[in-house]
Nanobody
């Protein structure tokens, strides 16, 4: 497993942008698939985006497709989620997750999780 720390959340107006970062510990981060998930109050944690260990494959939830971009830098042990055209319904705690050699779209696909970062989009 790796240790993950998210940052970059905050308060933004609708239509604005934020870039979330996920810092990973360990020398083998480049072999881990990464996913971003979010959880709004009273709702279940849901899939947002995922990226393969090499960065060659990405996937997005329909609700964020065309607005969010996931990326990674294996040299820096970092993953990112660029969020553009934010909407109030994007308000949630955003979590970074990782699993060795795999990147799925389910919560149970991952065994390493960060503590989350709050994103609030005002209307």
């Amino acid at each position: 497993q790796v240790q993950l720390v998210e940052s970059g959340g905050g308060l933004v107006q609708a239509g604005g942008s934020l870039r979330l970062s996920c810092a990973a510990s360990g020398r083998t981060f480049g072999s881990y698939g990464v996913g971003w998930f979010r959880q709004a109050p009273g709702k279940e944690r849901e899939f947002v985006a995922r990226i393969s260990w090499s960065g060659s494959s990405t996937d997005y939830a329909d609700s964020v497709k065309g607005r969010f971009t996931i990326s990674r830098d294996n040299v820096k042990n970092m993953a990112y989620l660029q969020m553009n055209s934010l909407k109030p319904e994007d308000t949630a705690v955003y979590y970074c997750a990782a699993r060795r050699a795999y990147s799925g779209s389910r919560v149970e696909d991952y065994d390493s999780w960060g503590q989350g970062t709050q994103v609030t989009v005002s209307s």
